[in-house]
């Protein structure tokens, strides 16, 4: 007869589809209580399920000689199991001062690195963690005292990506009886009993106050409402989904990383939850994390739609978020408004051009830019045509170029054509009417044959260049970062 904590763990892996027949897991394997019940879980279902398992061990070279033990102790397990055991070996402390985390953040680091690494060189296709309810509960607490919101309430995920968390259904009192019962034995690190670390903190005062004086069910309690935590999230995730494509314009700057552009009068018209869910996304694209991006940046971020154009406040991970015309900007800080130094540094630049080598390749001095130009014959007139229009290559007319093309700043008389019949418009018009503020006019690069704008890269093209029924020769400018 299956063990009915055995089945508990089966019935939830099926639930959420974390197994498939033939999966190759990776299990991270500490050799204290919880990743050891984990191997043993899966080991006595690998079979059944159709999937075979390998541990990975990570050492943080923290405790010495008890560390040493510990790994000793995994590598003895496994030998037992049949089961294949690899262990990586890293200074913590060290890496800890170079990436400016706590021995705990950086901790988390190294193993996450050390099982996709495992999985890649191994062929694996998930990775299985020991996190169990109480380490939901921790979370849960951990997340609402931070303002992280209703994402902060759905905890542990039980499926995130290639990563699974089979054990989130037992207790940390289950699997230790588990263990006693089935007379395992595991390793206990003396630093889960130090207050050192916030996570320590809620275990050993706040969960037992909760427990004892509250509710004894009370980490079950949080289970189940991270559960539903989860359910509405994603539905809000579904809403947000389709809000982005109305109300946001990401584009990935050749100047700098990933913009993004809310407009103001289609955020108008959205529920205030998914304009929240909106902004919250917007700030983790451009800062590709989510980490410290709390509720009141969102609400600082909804305030500045409210405020005149030009203010703008500054968020995590160096992002700002200015007021422009028509909505809100979030860029990373190299997106600022430019000083005065490099204003008039950028007005020297703007005497001086940059003849583009065609074909060829060509750097533009100070930045990690160049310009790739190429030639090809009418035969690619179908995929030149197909380039979207706000890209950073573009296709040309080669043959209706009479003079050199340069790479530089605006000056005064440039002008492009808006249409076939050859209507022209002067830059600063264009600008004007765009409402692209002063300073990224400024910083604006340009492609042009003398006065004549021939591409304004991120924004539009002349039609006078563009690849017609008569062109014979196709020149093709791309930029890119090196």
């Not at 079950?220 to 314009?249: P, R």
């Not at 406040?313 to 800080?333: C, F, N």
């Given at each position: 007869m299956m063990d009915k904590r055995l089945e508990k763990i089966e019935n939830y892996i099926r639930q959420y589809h974390m197994i498939e027949k033939g999966d190759r897991i990776v299990i991270g394997v500490s050799g204290g209580a919880d990743s050891v019940c984990l191997l043993m879980a899966l080991c006595s279902l690998q079979e059944k399920l159709g999937f075979q398992v390998l541990v990975c061990h990570v050492n943080h070279e923290l405790r010495g000689e008890e560390a040493a033990q510990d790994e000793a102790y995994v590598e003895m397990l496994c030998h037992k199991m049949q089961v294949p055991f690899f262990a990586f070996h890293e200074n913590v402390e060290l890496i800890a001062k170079k990436r400016k985390e706590s021995l705990e953040e950086a901790g988390r680091y190294v193993r996450r690195q050390a099982f996709e690494q495992l999985c890649r060189e191994q062929g694996g296709t998930k990775i299985a963690t020991a996190h169990h309810s109480n380490d939901n509960a921790e979370t849960m607490l951990l997340n609402m005292a931070r303002g992280t919101g209703l994402r902060g309430l759905c905890g542990i995920r039980p499926v995130y990506g290639k990563w699974i968390r089979p054990l989130l259904e037992l207790s940390r009192e289950e699997i230790e009886q588990w263990l006693k019962d089935c007379e395992i034995s595991y390793c206990i690190d003396e630093t889960n009993q130090e207050d050192e670390y916030t996570r320590n903190r809620i275990r050993h005062h706040i969960i037992p106050v909760l427990e004892e004086q509250v509710n004894t069910r009370a980490?079950?309690?949080?289970?189940?409402?991270?559960?539903?935590?989860?359910?509405?999230?994603?539905?809000?995730?579904?809403?947000?989904?389709?809000?982005?494509?109305?109300?946001?314009?990401?584009t990935d700057g050749f100047q700098s990383g990933k913009e993004i552009f809310l407009r103001a009068e289609e955020m108008k018209h959205l529920d205030p939850v998914i304009k929240k869910f909106l902004i919250q996304r917007a700030v983790s694209e451009v800062a590709e994390a989510q980490k410290d991006i709390e509720s009141r940046?969102?609400?600082?971020?909804?305030?500045?739609?409210?405020?005149?154009?030009?203010?703008?406040?500054?968020?995590?991970?160096?992002?700002?978020?200015?007021?422009?015309?028509?909505?809100?900007?979030?860029?990373?800080?190299?997106?600022?408004?430019?000083?005065?130094?490099?204003?008039?540094?950028?007005?020297?630049?703007?005497?001086?051009?940059?003849?583009?080598?065609?074909?060829?390749?060509?750097?533009?001095?100070?930045?990690?830019?160049?310009?790739?130009?190429?030639?090809?014959?009418?035969?690619?007139?179908?995929?030149?045509?197909?380039?979207?229009?706000?890209?950073?290559?573009?296709?040309?007319?080669?043959?209706?170029?009479?003079?050199?093309?340069?790479?530089?700043?605006?000056?005064?008389?440039?002008?492009?054509?808006?249409?076939?019949?050859?209507?022209?418009?002067?830059?600063?018009?264009?600008?004007?009417?765009?409402?692209?503020p002063q300073e990224e006019r400024d910083r604006q690069l340009l492609i042009a044959e003398e006065s004549h704008i021939v591409w304004i890269p991120g924004r539009r093209m002349s039609s006078y260049y563009q690849v017609g029924d008569q062109t014979k020769k196709i020149l093709k400018i791309k930029i890119m970062e090196e």
């Open positions: 980490i079950e309690h949080f289970v189940k409402l991270s559960e539903q935590a989860e359910e509405i999230y994603e539905y809000l995730e579904k809403q947000t989904d389709q809000a982005w494509n109305i109300c946001a314009e990401q940046h969102i609400q600082a971020i909804l305030q500045l739609f409210e405020r005149q154009t030009g203010r703008q406040i500054d968020l995590p991970y160096s992002i700002t978020a200015k007021r422009m015309y028509e909505g809100v900007l979030l860029a990373k800080d190299d997106k600022k408004v430019i000083s005065v130094h490099q204003k008039e540094k950028r007005k020297e630049e703007s005497d001086s051009v940059l003849c583009l080598q065609i074909p060829g390749e060509t750097q533009i001095p100070g930045t990690n830019l160049k310009i790739c130009c190429t030639i090809s014959g009418e035969n690619e007139k179908n995929s030149a045509k197909e380039i979207p229009q706000k890209s950073y290559t573009k296709c040309f007319d080669y043959d209706i170029i009479k003079s050199s093309l340069c790479v530089r700043y605006r000056r005064p008389g440039d002008y492009f054509t808006i249409d076939g019949e050859g209507k022209k418009k002067k830059l600063k018009s264009y600008f004007i009417d765009e409402k692209i």
